[in-house]
């Protein structure tokens, strides 16, 4: 894991949203972890943590 990833990482912590967006852009990824993150933040985390380490 390189220092970018660490700081998608600290970010999609932070604001689930904005991690994703750094690496997928304006992609579904996106749009799924902001529907999550407004339903509850802790979904949001969850999946762009996911999206971040699995893909």
């Known amino acids: ?3 970018e990833t660490f700081i998608q990482i600290i970010l ?3 604001i689930p949203p904005v991690g994703v967006l750094l690496r997928y ?4 990824e996106f749009w799924i972890d902001l529907v ?3 339903l509850g933040y802790l ?7 996911y999206v971040l380490v699995v893909q």
Not at 25 to 28: D, E, K
């Open 1 to 3: 894991m390189g220092s």
């Open 25 to 28: 852009g304006l992609g579904v």
């Open 12 to 14: 999609a912590i932070l």
């Open 36 to 38: 999550l993150t407004m």
């Open 43 to 49: 979904p949001g985390i969850v999946y762009a943590i």
